[in-house]
């Protein structure tokens, strides 16, 4: 695609101001992938996966541990490890473990079933407090990443107010986050204004004109009323 636009550019007599648009969905990886690079959270996501490796690679643990979900009525679920490579696998291996810490505690706790040794797999009470935060934070951001990867859905128009909303609603501080959750939202934040180059939106960008012309948000209500002017200037000046 940078290609595609680096040779279009070198004939502006024939294609004009040609601006060059990217993945969406990979630029959001992009920024996912360095947040989850903080200490704290590597560290409890190395603690997750050695936990859920010890119940893939015990069959005493796995059928222990369908007692213990059955006994309190929890879903019967397989403990599914993650691709190091695929944030989303991390997300879903985090919310399945805390989905399934009792059972995975009982069955630890025990034993019987359970080696002493082995005992010291199970995740603090930080690391499954911030085990369920992140998995938190990551969850919609999955659900953002599939709708921009879609190859059937044209979401140039959407991109944008997307964007904006994800900063203002769900990567806004709370006053009861961690200190490492508050991180992750502030890298998420400064990693997508980079990428993206909010902070410098010309009225002229592909991605404002084309959600001028978009009838679901051609109000553009991310934008400050000066800029939004300039961006339906520039559309009248095309058409």
Same mark, same amino acid.
């Given at each position: 695609?940078?290609?595609?636009?680096?040779?279009?550019?070198?004939?502006?007599?024939?294609?004009?101001?040609?601006?060059?648009?990217?993945?969406?969905?990979?630029?959001?990886?992009?920024?996912?992938?360095?947040?989850?690079?903080?200490?704290?959270?590597?560290?409890?996501?190395?603690?997750?996966?050695?936990?859920?490796?010890?119940?893939?690679?015990?069959?005493?643990?796995?059928?222990?541990?369908?007692?213990?979900?059955?006994?309190?009525?929890?879903?019967?679920?397989?403990?599914?490890?993650?691709?190091?490579?695929?944030?989303?696998?991390?997300?879903?291996?985090?919310?399945?473990?805390?989905?399934?810490?009792?059972?995975?505690?009982?069955? &630890?706790?025990? !034993? /019987?079933?359970?080696?002493?040794?082995?005992?010291? %797999? =199970?995740?603090?009470?930080? $690391?499954? @407090?911030?085990?369920?935060?992140?998995?938190?934070?990551?969850?919609?951001?999955?659900?953002?990443?599939?709708?921009?990867?879609?190859?059937?859905?044209?979401?140039?128009?959407?991109?944008?107010?997307?964007?904006?909303?994800?900063?203002?609603?769900?990567?806004?501080?709370?006053?009861?986050?961690?200190?490492?959750?508050?991180?992750?939202?502030?890298?998420?934040?400064?990693?997508?204004?980079?990428?993206?180059?909010?902070? &410098?939106?010309? !009225? /002229?960008?592909?991605?404002?004109?084309?959600?001028? %012309? =978009?009838?679901?948000?051609? $109000?553009? @209500?991310?934008?400050?009323?000066?800029?939004?002017?300039?961006?339906?200037?520039?559309?009248?000046?095309?058409?």
């Amino acid at each position: 695609m940078k290609l595609c636009t680096k040779t279009l550019k070198k004939e502006p007599e024939k294609w004009g101001n040609v601006q060059g648009v990217y993945c969406s969905g990979h630029m959001l990886q992009l920024c996912i992938n360095i947040a989850l690079k903080q200490d704290r959270i590597r560290r409890t996501v190395a603690a997750a996966r050695n936990l859920v490796g010890h119940f893939r690679k015990s069959a005493k643990a796995t059928v222990a541990l369908k007692d213990k979900q059955k006994q309190q009525n929890v879903v019967v679920h397989t403990l599914t490890n993650d691709v190091a490579t695929h944030w989303n696998s991390t997300c879903e291996m985090l919310d399945q473990l805390v989905e399934q810490r009792w059972p995975v505690t009982a069955v &630890l706790s025990d !034993p /019987s079933i359970t080696k002493k040794a082995d005992r010291t %797999l =199970d995740l603090t009470a930080d $690391q499954w @407090k911030l085990a369920q935060e992140t998995a938190e934070v990551l969850g919609p951001l999955i659900t953002l990443t599939e709708l921009l990867s879609q190859e059937e859905n044209v979401l140039l128009s959407a991109t944008m107010q997307m964007l904006f909303n994800l900063k203002r609603r769900h990567l806004s501080p709370e006053e009861d986050d961690s200190p490492a959750i508050r991180e992750v939202k502030k890298t998420l934040i400064t990693e997508i204004d980079s990428r993206w180059k909010l902070s &410098l939106l010309e !009225p /002229s960008s592909i991605y404002l004109l084309s959600s001028a %012309l =978009d009838q679901r948000f051609k $109000q553009l @209500k991310f934008l400050t009323n000066e800029k939004k002017d300039l961006v339906y200037i520039e559309v009248r000046l095309i058409f």
